[in-house]
């Protein structure tokens, strides 16, 4: 692997991500009210061993000491999220002004050390109020299949662009609707942990209008050099085969994974072969023909998060055991899609059981330079999970982690030279944090964090990601 070294250019931004609930903890604090990961993770058998976000990294009240440890490592940029019910309790009416005092002392804090704040507006922590209470009562349940709900995002995003708006430049609305619909709606194994596949669809388009609304409302008070995008999670999906029923199941699946966002939001429109698809779930009436206007409103620039690449194949024994990556939920996160049977990839497993293929990585940006012509790309999350541990002088070695990111870096410069215009690179994560249902058993940190002292030490990973931050080339990776 220690061939020319790479080069990036010069005004990539290399950084790193993390959300909310993952890292923040002081759940009751100032005025904050549960959101649905809060009510979720207390519910018996949601998340491995019980974990909560209660105290998480306690970035909340070490964030002074989480930026130096950026600035130490020369990054260049920080992808975080806002916690809704921290600085909209409920999700409706005013704002609580501690709250945005928060996101603004560490934006400040960014700002004086160099670092370029990329500001996720939701990474899925819903207020809870918006979940249990719902106006229309036109759904069996609030929260994302309830349309209130988008424009209930659209206030919040209003109040934050207002708030900080004249200190961040980047904007994202949403992570990974994808997860947000599916995997909280569908499968149920994020929260709210609902299982019914035509509040998944609903909540994917919801979702989009609350992209759409939450893009207008923001325009309306950034500066104009404000720049607003989304993040995604395509999937980077493969037939098992090149029969045609497998590359039917590729087609079905990349349209529940990737064209129901893309579609609306790049074209103004839902694929057709979607909308038959699902028909026996749904009618999609609750789409309303000047939702999609909305909904297409123009990128700025599109975040990829990308982990790790999907082998379908079609014409499945529906009653057959699943191996989708939900292997202990009893519900599929794809709605009408019983036929295709999800297959290991091939490759290294990660600590989460996700191969290492980075091949999916080039793949996506491609094909987003090709569907977004002239739309900037970032990497907004890529990263991976190991067992990781100190050493008994109290440092961690993490090989495997280090040439994940080679790969993958490799794989984001291969785009480039392939004419994608991609403009950054967030590592998934900046601290082992939260890991959802996986509570805090999973650990995809640059940074260790001992739950117990809440003492943080950069991995080798983390030494290894600085150097190529600051030469702007793939360091060598040592075995
Ligand atoms: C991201 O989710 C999140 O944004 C972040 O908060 C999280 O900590 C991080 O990644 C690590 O998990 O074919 O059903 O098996 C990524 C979630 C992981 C969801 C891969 C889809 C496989 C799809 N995705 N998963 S499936």
């Known amino acids: 692997m220690s061939d020319a070294k790479l080069s990036f250019p010069p005004e990539f931004l290399w950084g790193a991500a993390t959300a909310a609930y993952q890292i923040e903890g002081a759940a009751q604090e100032d005025g904050r ?4 990961w809060d009510t979720f993770s207390r519910t018996p058998g949601k998340v491995l061993g019980g974990d909560t976000g209660d105290v ?3 970035h909340y009240h070490r964030w002074r000491e989480d930026v130096r440890l950026m600035a130490d490592l020369g990054l260049r940029t920080y992808r975080f999220s806002v916690s809704w019910p921290r600085v909209q309790p409920t999700g409706r009416g005013p704002a609580v002004q501690r709250g945005l005092d928060f996101y603004r002392e560490l934006v400040d804090e960014l700002l004086e050390n160099g670092i370029e704040p990329m500001l996720t507006l939701y990474h899925w922590d819903l207020p809870q109020e918006l979940e249990t209470s719902f106006p229309s009562g036109d759904s069996a349940g609030g929260g994302w299949p309830e349309r209130d709900t988008a424009h209930r995002f659209a206030d919040y995003a209003r109040i934050v662009g207002e708030a900080l708006g004249d200190r961040v430049r980047m904007w994202t609305t949403l992570n990974e609707p994808w997860c947000s619909a599916f995997l909280g709606y569908g499968s149920g194994v994020h929260a709210p942990g609902r299982t019914d596949p035509a509040a998944a669809l609903r909540a994917a388009h919801h979702l989009n209008l609350a992209h759409g609304l939450g893009a207008q409302a923001l325009r309306s008070v950034l500066p104009a050099r404000a720049r607003l995008g989304i993040s995604l999670n395509p999937s980077a999906v493969r037939p098992l085969t090149d029969s045609a029923a497998d590359r ?4 079905r699946i990349d349209a529940l994974a990737n064209r129901v966002f893309s579609g609306p939001l790049l074209k103004g429109a839902y694929p057709g072969d979607l909308l038959t698809d699902t028909a026996s779930v749904t009618d999609w009436s609750f789409v309303r023909s000047e939702d999609l206007a909305v909904i297409h409103h123009p990128l700025d620039f599109l975040g990829i998060n990308y ?3 999907a082998v379908v194949s079609g014409g499945a024994d529906p009653s057959a055991p699943r191996h989708d990556g939900h292997n202990s939920a009893d519900h599929s996160p794809w709605p009408a899609a019983d036929s295709v049977a999800f297959h290991r990839a091939p490759g290294e497993l990660t600590a989460m059981d996700w191969p290492v293929d980075p091949s999916g990585l080039t793949d996506l940006l491609l094909r987003y330079t090709a569907e977004a012509p002239g739309v900037p790309l970032f990497v907004t999350e890529n990263g991976a999970a190991f067992d990781d541990k100190p050493n008994a002088a109290g440092q961690v070695h993490d090989p495997d982690r280090i040439r994940y990111l080679d790969a993958h870096l490799r794989a984001v410069h291969k785009a480039l030279e392939a004419g994608a215009d991609v403009r950054g690179y967030f590592l998934w994560s900046l601290l082992d944090n939260f890991e959802w249902a996986y509570g805090y058993s999973k650990r995809f940190g640059a940074v260790y964090v ?6 943080r030490v950069p991995k080798s990973s983390a030494y290894w990601y600085a150097k190529a931050a600051a030469s702007g080339r793939l ?3 040592e075995d």
């Open 450 to 455: 001992d739950y117990e002292t809440q003492r």
């Open 33 to 36: 009210t549960p959101s649905i």
């Open 475 to 477: 360091p060598d990776v």
């Open 248 to 251: 039917d199941a590729q087609r």
């Open 56 to 58: 998480a990294c306690d």
């Open 307 to 309: 982990y790790a690449p």
